[in-house]
């Protein structure tokens, strides 16, 4: 073989290896992973997580017209509403930054690519890490001389709240308060607070994506939910911190922990994301494994087109429930935005393949980030409900196991 053949062949091996690798080369360039900041004086506030670490955030500086602008938006990831589960979680990073990744990836609605994100690519853009168990809201201690548990997550709020403002915060001229799952509730808890700490003048509003939890009966007839929040709220301390006009309203003012007894109290504009057929909803509140000890629902949690004609039947029950507790809103409320779509999902606004994409999912032809964009900026009403399962072809159905579930 001559010099010159050798030279071709490998400058052939060099081409397919290019080719082989692109895909991977341009998402890692295009990734963006944003370091954690400790909140270094929160501990003289009390501040804490759940095991007593300092609590933390990720911050993106914004840049060019949207130098003034943010996006604050809470971690999710489930709840502990008894001294065991809140043990076990202050040893994860759930319950402490001691767990965490110190670099979190910022995608979809967090992106600072304006062709993935147009509306708030350059914006400054903050992930408030999740570490207390009870979305921001508790304020309580447990100790027993022998265990220490910090229930402090209305304290975390303020404590970074303090720590941004002095950083730009304090001066925004646009704002938008998000959160997903747990984290999607705790923006109907602390929404119309963060409107009050702003400027007058600032453009303030609120997301929240999978967050609009139901207080629905499952299939044996329980409220499991409500059960679940009720242990939360007294466990943590919450009911103080609860929207006040809630708790005057509603007998068991526990229940304002639940978004549609909040929501019509809250003053701030307001945009719910969610799906019709939230798969943490299907599979914690409408059939927890407590009401289907023989695993009947097995199948059709992992795969809806497992599913029979009753267990069909069962889901559009869950359907007609979330679009009945979100009428009011749907029909009343002048400067309030929807995206309710069909997709067996759970938390939709931090990935870029359903935030924003070619093949993300839409409603009326319209993509999330499109929807909230119209919504925020006013340049149209955005309120979108879809049809029912399973008519929904561009549906992303990303059902997790179980133990997955946030």
Known sequence: MNVKMMMNIEIMLSLLLSLAFAPWCIYSQEQLLVGMTLVRNAIAYGAVCLD??????????????????????????????????????????????RYMNKFEVFSGILSDNDSLNPDFYNWNRVKLRYCDGASFSGDSKFDNGTSLLYFRGQ?????????????????????????????????FLHCDNFTKILPSNASVKCLSDAGFFL??????????????????????????????????????????????????????????LNSAYD????????????????????????????????????????????????????????RGGMFINSCFAHCQSESQDTWFAVDSPRIHNKTIAEAVGDWYFSRRVTKEIDCPYPCDTTCHNLIPSPQGLR
């Open 52 to 97: 007593g670490s300092l609590p933390a955030y990720h911050l993106h500086r914004g840049f060019g017209a949207g130098a003034n602008n943010w996006i604050l938006q809470f971690e999710g990831g489930g709840w502990c509403n008894d001294i065991p589960s809140c043990l076990e979680r202050a040893n994860t990073r759930r319950g402490s930054t």
């Open 279 to 334: 798969v943490f909803q299907f599979h914690h509140s409408l059939v927890p494994p407590s009401a289907d000890l023989h695993g009947r629902w097995n199948r059709c949690k992992l795969n809806p087109a497992a599913c029979n004609a009753s267990q069909i039947n069962v889901l559009q029950g869950l359907r007609q429930d979330m679009l009945t507790a979100l009428y009011s809103f749907y029909k009343n409320s002048s």
């Open 215 to 272: 207080d629905e009966q499952d299939i044996s007839l329980n409220y499991t939910m409500r059960s679940f929040y009720h242990d939360l709220v007294a466990l943590q301390g919450i009911e103080e911190n609860l929207n006040p006009n809630c708790t005057m309203s509603i007998n068991n003012q526990k229940l304002c922990f639940f978004p549609q007894y909040a929501l019509k109290y809250i003053t701030t504009p307001y945009f719910i």
């Open 155 to 187: 304290k975390i709020w303020e404590a970074i709240i303090r720590d941004l403002l002095p950083k730009g915060l304090a001066s925004a001229r646009k704002a938008l308060l998000s959160g997903c799952s747990a984290g999607g509730l705790a923006t």
